[in-house]
């Protein structure tokens, strides 16, 4: 297929620059537009996205687009969970018995603008900021824009159009609105929203709390979560229900209330925030929801990629990861040689939905696990008995949390499979008192490793009778 072929992406967000990037890289002419004002030069509010978490899928991705060591230098190492009771004392929970594995702490600004400097080197990538995509003619290949400095519309056309514009994305909603094609759409809201707020750094710029660590405040029915910025403060987020509980969005609308709720469930928390009230009535309540939809491609002319097909909430830490690595999805299809555009994206969805779907599923699964399982006690037992079986077994066993985390070259959904019926198995059996946590690790990891297989075959065995 010809390179010369001239690609429109709409949305300069996280995808859509790496994809501009790499698309750019593979001799493509690339316009990316983007609604928002350019994100190196403006001062972007904060509050409204949640602190970022770059794992081995994201990582893969920039090691693609020969990145990765001027991404690291924006990276803070997480080597675990630190976990808060009520009492405010600490509990450290490591991501992984191998200590090679952590995740890292990154900002959305920092690393959106090091993937537009680097689209940008490329001359035959263009980056258009404060044009908005109105709509999108997915037959004609063509997208409507609003020019917000001018207040003028204009229309531009492409041999291919890629929306990587977002869980609002243009294009799905003109897939939604065309009624051209049978197009299925979901969109699933949590009863919980979020506020961002933050630590500020001490005076001399250090962290008040911990630095290498995801903190957790879980408290079953919410939970407030830290990370860490590299200038020492903390971007904090209070995930709580609208309107369910004590406590809710819904009735914290007094400094008194607010003070009153954090001095109660997140005392050591509130001892580091000095600015909670300030933050708290200045940053806005968003939602968290979940996009699901097929098909994500119109013929060869028109593709939905990243959020924009496949919004998921953030409790795996993996939504950013999941975009990334669906340009890496994209790139390998590319380099099978297909002729027209129609097949490539047709690959590519084939490739790739399953396991967005399945990255969706364990984002809810994770939701509830970090808001109250994790102060579980048989919930500790399984976390300190795989942590033991993968220091003892580095190449033996992989946690579900590992698997999706650490392991880019298992697919979601492979992951989510073995790591489901994994939690199945040792639940079980510690219930059931069928595993003894004083044998030696051998015969637990042999009876885990039994139990598990035992449960995916039921479970085949159960999909294919459905068939």
Not at 56 to 82: F, H, S
Not at 83 to 109: C, F, Q, T, W
Not at 134 to 143: C, I, L, M, P, Y
Request: hydrophobic content about 35%; overall charge negative; aromatic content about 10%.
């Amino acid at each position: 297929m010809k390179k010369q072929q001239n690609i429109l992406i709409i949305g300069a967000g996280l995808c859509g620059s790496l994809l501009a990037l790499r698309l750019g890289q593979r001799g493509y002419n690339v316009s990316l537009y983007e609604m928002r004002p350019d994100i190196r030069t403006a001062n972007i509010s904060a509050g409204r996205s949640i602190n970022l978490a770059l794992s081995d899928r994201g990582i893969k991705a920039m090691k693609l687009a020969g990145i990765e060591d001027k991404v690291r230098e924006l990276c803070i190492p997480m080597n675990g969970r630190m976990l808060h009771d009520i009492e405010g004392k600490m509990v450290m929970a490591p991501y992984s018995g191998r200590e090679h594995e952590y995740i890292n702490s990154i900002s959305r600004g920092l690393l959106n603008g090091l993937l537009l400097n680097e689209a940008e080197k490329h001359d035959n990538v263009k980056i258009h900021f404060n044009k908005k995509c109105k709509s999108v003619d997915f037959e004609n290949t063509t997208a409507l824009f609003k020019d917000y400095k001018s207040n003028t519309e204009f229309v531009e056309d492409a041999d291919v159009i890629i929306a990587t514009d977002g869980a609002g994305s243009a294009l799905r909603k003109s897939y939604y609105l065309g009624k051209k094609f049978l197009f299925s759409f979901s969109q699933e809201w949590l009863s919980h929203g979020y506020k961002e707020l933050s630590f500020l750094p001490t005076e001399n710029g250090g962290f008040k709390t911990y630095k290498n660590a995801l903190h957790i405040w879980g408290r079953d029915s919410f939970m407030l979560i830290a990370l860490p910025n590299l200038d020492g403060s903390f971007t904090v987020t209070l995930f709580l229900s609208y309107e369910d509980g004590e406590y809710n969005f819904g009735n914290l609308t007094t400094e008194e209330k607010v003070i009153e709720f954090f001095q109660k469930y997140f005392k050591d928390a509130l001892e580091l925030m000095p600015n909670l009230i300030e933050d708290f009535f200045t940053n806005p309540t968003s939602p968290l929801g979940t996009v699901k939809c097929s098909p994500w491609h119109y013929k060869g002319n028109t593709l939905l990629m990243g959020d924009a097909a496949h919004a998921i909430v953030p409790f795996y830490g993996q939504g950013m990861n999941a975009s990334f690595e669906d340009v890496t999805v994209f790139d390998k299809v590319l380099d099978e040689g297909h002729e027209d555009w129609e097949t490539i994206f047709k690959t590519y969805e084939k490739h790739r939905k399953r396991d967005t779907d399945a990255i969706a599923d364990l984002a809810i699964d994770n939701f509830h696990e970090m808001k109250g399982h994790v102060n579980n006690a048989i919930f500790r037992e399984k976390r300190n008995l795989e942590m033991a079986l993968e220091k003892n077994f580095p190449d033996n066993y992989s946690s579900k949390y590992s698997l999706v985390t650490f392991n880019e070259d298992i697919s979601y959904h492979e992951a989510m499979l073995k790591g489901r019926a994994q939690d199945k198995a040792i639940l079980n059996m510690l219930a059931d008192k069928e595993l003894d946590l004083n044998d030696d690790l051998k015969t637990n990891l042999e009876k885990v490793k039994a139990a598990t297989q035992e449960i995916l075959d039921e479970d085949r065995v159960a999909k294919d009778f459905k068939h």
